[in-house]
Nanobody
Framework: QVQLVESGGGWVQPGGSLRLSCVTA????????MNWYRQGPGKQRELVAQ???????YYVDSVKGRFAISRDNAKNTMYLQMTNLNPEDTAVYFC?????????WGQGTQVTVSS
């Protein structure tokens, strides 16, 4: 079992920044792909960013150049640095750990962008 706990969400004005954190426990996930998903009001859950065991990353087009995903395996923590936020980024953000057929989700953290 892998436990994932997100933190760092909140309310921010358009153009602002937030940093989300995801702390893992239960297993060593340094060899796992770590993902951030989000689900906005009335929308399907979507993949936002990935960081692979190699350190390579992937971003959905809508966040490229604004979001940065990273991981610190020594601290069992993954991050999502979000800048230049806009109202379309309003969503519950979920941490996700994946390896082959195993996958685990965090409980989510709310991010609200409004003036």
């Amino acid at each position: 079992q892998v436990q994932l706990v997100e933190s760092g969400g909140g309310w921010v004005q358009p153009g602002g920044s937030l940093r989300l954190s995801c702390v893992t426990a239960g297993r060593d996930v340094s060899g796992w792909t770590m993902n951030w998903y989000r689900q906005g009001p009335g929308k399907q859950r979507e993949l936002v960013a990935q960081v692979f065991p190699s350190g390579n990353t992937y971003y959905v087009d809508s966040v490229k150049g604004r979001f940065a995903i990273s991981r610190d395996n020594a601290k069992n923590t993954m991050y999502l640095q979000m800048t230049n936020l806009n109202p379309e980024d309003t969503a519950v953000y979920f941490c996700h750990a994946q390896q082959r057929l195993s996958a685990y989700w965090g409980q989510g953290t709310q991010v609200t962008v409004s003036s």
